[in-house]
Each structure stands twice: as C-alpha cells, then as structure tokens.
C-alpha cells in the first residue's frame, strides 16, 4: 500500500484509507523501531537495517563531505578478488567538525576498517557504526552528544521599554538549541522517543495526540516506515509549525521593532525563514504577493501579552510534517503559539493546535529551549548533496 501523504485527500478517502491500512498495519506488525542514532538528522532505519550487521575493509577512493551526511567510498574486494565500491555514510559534516574531524582527517588511498548496517534495499550502501583508520589503528569520523553551555544565571535581557529580548544582544551572538523534548506529544502524555520523533514503543502512537481514525493510521504509518517519505529530507522542503523548534541546529530571533516584525530563522532543513508580523495587520496575504495561497508557515500575527510573544498563525499548505514523528495536519490547521524567556537561558515554547480536518479537538503541547551563546548557527544546507 502507498501512502496517501496527502491529507485533504485522506480525508475524501477516509473510510478506504482507515479499512485498508487496519490491514496493511497489522501486516506490519513484525517491524522494529529501531533508535537512531546520536545526530540522525533523518532516521537511519529508513535507509539502513540493524539487523544486517557488516564489517568491510579497503581503501579510500573519495570523500563526500556535504549535507546531509558526509559519506567515504571505499574499495572492498570479496573473497574471489572482485573489488566493488561501497558508500559508507556518515554523520553531518556540523556534527563531525564538532569534534573535530575534517574532510582531511583521511586521504585517499588510505585503508579503513568499517562496523556498519547494510541498506535495506541492498545496494552496496552502510552506515558506519564504527571506522578505524589502518596506518594509526584509531578510530574515525565518530560524533559525541554536545554537552549543554553552563547556565550563565543572568536575568531575562530587554530592550529600553522592557520587552523581553528574544534574540541576542547587541555586538553579542547565540541562539536557541537543545529543545527538551524531541516530539510533538499532548501536554499530560508521556511517551519515549529519539531525536527525529520515532517512538520507542509503536503501541503509544494512539495517545500522542487526539487523532482522528485516519490521521492517526497515517501517523502510525510513517512511524513504522522509519519516517522515510519525511518531506524535509527527501525534497528539503521547508518544516513549519511547531517542527522548527525541535530541529537539532537550532533558531535565532531577529527583532526588527522598526519595522514592527520578528524574524525566525532556523539552522536546519536549508536554513529556512519565517515572519511574525507585530503591526497588527490582517491575517490574509497580500495582492500583489502571495495572496492567499497556503503556505509552509503559514501567516503569522502576533501581539505582546506581558512578557510572552503570542502568535496566531493560519493559512498553511499541507506539503510539510509540522512536527518531529509526521504527526498529520490539514489546511485547516490553526496555531497559537507563545513565547516566553523566563531567564538570560531559557526559552519557554508553548503551543495550542487545532485543526478539525485531522484531531478531534484542540489540543496543546510545550517544551524549552537552552540559550547557545558566543555561537552563530551551524552551516547546515539540506540540499548540499542533492542533484
């Protein structure tokens, strides 16, 4: 069975969808989730098998070093001394430069014994889980989780009037990080799961959100597949909602009070952009602009209540996944989100969703952010590598 990733049409097709994948799904049941691994910016077990253990030895013939994942192809002959190239995939080059690797930690023509998975479709592709470098016997190319920045116990920093500062502060740089939960969950429910939003256990996909029937099959679907048709990794398309402030590079704030309006960028996907409109306008788009098509963030408005940001946001399309995980939406979707910085550190984001086309009720969900400061964003580009 395909997925119908098309929501308004699952909708029109709700009954089929909901008979046929009640089918598909219980013949799926012998699938595994498997947990990603420690800076996956899509889920490796939807391109490789964990059950499907390797070890390949031979020389470097090139390096990838690009977004998403760098990749060493090397040359491995088989018993019979047939010599085949095989792409060995990596993490991102962000993630390796982090601890300080470089396309020059190795050289062409250098031997390298790799522990790795195979790909699932069987192609001579493997994802390393381990490389050691022959002339040195050490090991290569691995990531280690990125240790939070102390807390630097500051009080919230504000502008002249006393609004909050979201973003930095003048001469200074940072931005927002680290989000402490990785899935978009109803607020109240508890579940598991790894950085791009795979479920530890399939059996909690029902109580993440208050899903319609159709919405919550296609949910478990995308869960079961690994997330392989995410559209921010097959066709870098940008992740509205509230996706943007679970992406593992990050977001910055660009207040520009001037001109009545807050930028958002983000580090991932390709370095996408969002506008929070703060002059009180209309929520509909402009004549002689975008009219009003629907879009990957929607329209925002937003107002100042206190020392929280709240914004309204409407007018989405529905060719993205708004959260981590694939949870569905339709254009009918409708955000209320607030922003908040208790403190110098802390981002408190909190979130209402309603969208009548796919849940059964509004529901809400939160989480915070950890101040990153002296940094720019990381230099990430989804379509680095891509044709």
């Known amino acids: 069975m395909r997925e119908i990733d098309t929501p308004r049409a699952a909708v029109v097709y709700a009954s089929l969808v909901t008979r046929a994948s009640k089918r598909w799904l219980g013949a799926c049941g012998a699938i595994l989730l498997v947990v990603a691994p420690l800076a996956a910016h899509h889920a490796i077990g939807a391109k490789f098998d964990s059950a499907k253990p390797l070890t390949l030895r031979g020389a470097i013939t090139s390096i990838d070093w690009a977004n998403p994942h760098a990749h060493v192809f090397i040359n491995v002959a088989d018993a019979g001394g047939r010599v085949t190239n095989w792409a060995i995939e990596l993490e991102s080059p962000v993630d390796l430069r982090r601890q300080g690797w470089t396309r020059n930690t190795v050289s062409a023509g250098d031997v390298v014994t790799v522990e790795a998975i195979a790909a699932r479709d069987g192609s001579k592709q493997a994802w390393s889980l381990s490389m050691v470098l022959a002339r040195t016997g050490q090991r290569v190319f691995f990531a280690r989780p990125v240790a939070l920045p102390p807390p630097t116990n500051k009080a919230t920093p504000r502008w002249p009037d006393g609004q909050p500062r979201l973003g930095s502060l003048p001469s200074e740089t940072g931005y927002w990080a680290s989000p402490s939960a990785t899935t978009l969950a109803e607020r109240g429910v508890t579940v598991e799961a790894d950085a791009n939003g795979l479920l ?79 002059d009180g306008r209309e929520q509909k788009g402009q004549v002689e602009g975008d009219a009003d098509n629907p879009l990957y963030f929607g329209r925002a408005v937003g107002r100042w209540e206190g020392d929280a940001l709240v914004v309204d946001t409407k007018g989405y399309n529905e060719r993205f996944w708004f959260s981590n995980g694939g949870q569905p939406h339709t254009m009918q979707l409708h955000l209320v989100e607030r922003f908040a910085r208790p403190d110098f550190d802390t981002l408190r984001y909190d979130v209402t969703i309603e969208d009548p086309g796919a849940y059964t009720r509004p529901w809400s969900a939160g989480w915070t952010l950890r101040w990153v400061p002296g940094e720019d964003m990381p230099e990430y580009f989804c379509q680095d590598n891509r044709p």
């Not at 919405?215 to 992740?239: G, I, M, N, T």
């Open 200 to 278: 530890r256990n399939i059996a909690d996909a029902p109580r993440v959100a208050p899903f319609q029937d159709w919405s919550r099959d296609l949910y478990a679907y995308r869960q079961r597949v690994f997330l392989k048709d995410d559209p921010l990794f097959q066709h870098c398309l940008p992740p509205g909602g509230p996706r943007m402030f679970q992406n593992r590079y990050g977001v910055q704030f660009l207040e520009n009070r001037d001109r009545q309006r807050i930028f958002v960028m983000m580090g991932s996907g390709n370095r996408n952009w969002r506008l929070i409109y703060t």
